[in-house]
């Protein structure tokens, strides 16, 4: 489909181990948003993309967390050495134009169990 | 405080209900804003954006309060499928969206 589309959906990480969750937008969009939902909770912003420019970089929780998108397309969110209360699902959202009041367009989501 | 207020709810009305919910948001300078819905394991999906004029989408109706700092959704003639969580939405500002908790709202028979 045409979709923001994420992989793995499901990632279950021992504590300590780095995981790396990807991120296909839609393509031509310009922006590219993560965010970390915890259960019961709405969206916390992690971080922003201008097409390979990572604008804010606010909401990452530590320097364990790091983002890239090195050609304005995919994304890739890391984690290094996972601790449990990284356990949320992990959103991409991407959208087209940031001079614009447009829609952010969501993916499914990783979910991320760190047992 | 949080950037982004909505009381979690749930609330719980039956078919045919009109029901209400509130948001506050506390960046001044914020400059859109949006009603978000997500179901259950689902990702969230933009229901409508928010102007000052007040917006109406069928049974949906959007209002914005910039004095105050307050946002209303309210939804006419509940259906079973209106069931889900509403998430309040700010763009606070340099493509920043920031959400609220969620109002969870559930439409019983």
């Known amino acids: ?115 | 405080r949080k950037e982004v207020e909505q009381d979690p709810g749930p609330f719980n009305v039956p078919e045919g209900a009109t029901v209400a919910f509130n948001c506050t948001y506390s960046n001044s300078a914020s400059q859109s804003f949006f009603w978000y819905r997500q179901d259950c394991r689902k990702e969230p999906k933009l229901l409508m954006s928010v102007y000052s004029s007040g917006n109406e989408d069928g049974r949906f109706t959007a209002q914005l309060n910039r004095a105050s700092q307050y946002i209303s959704l309210l939804i006419r003639d509940s259906k079973l499928s209106d069931s889900a969580t509403y998430l309040c939405v700010v763009n606070t500002g340099f493509q920043k969206l920031v959400f609220g908790t969620g109002t969870r709202l559930l439409v019983s028979p």
């Open chain 1, 1 to 115: 489909g045409a979709g923001v589309s994420q992989s793995p959906r499901y990632k279950v990480a021992k504590r300590g181990q780095d995981v790396a969750l990807r991120c296909d937008p839609i393509s031509g969009h310009v922006s590219l948003f993560w965010y970390q939902q915890a259960l019961g909770q709405g969206p916390e912003f992690l971080t922003y993309f201008q097409n390979e420019a990572q604008l804010d970089k606010s909401g990452l929780p530590s320097d364990r967390f790091f983002a890239e998108r090195p050609e304005g397309s995919v994304s890739t969110l890391k984690i290094q050495r996972t601790q449990q209360e990284d356990s949320a699902v992990y959103l991409c959202a991407s959208s087209p134009d940031p001079r614009t009041e447009t829609e952010a367009f969501f993916g499914q989501g990783t979910r991320l169990t760190v047992v």
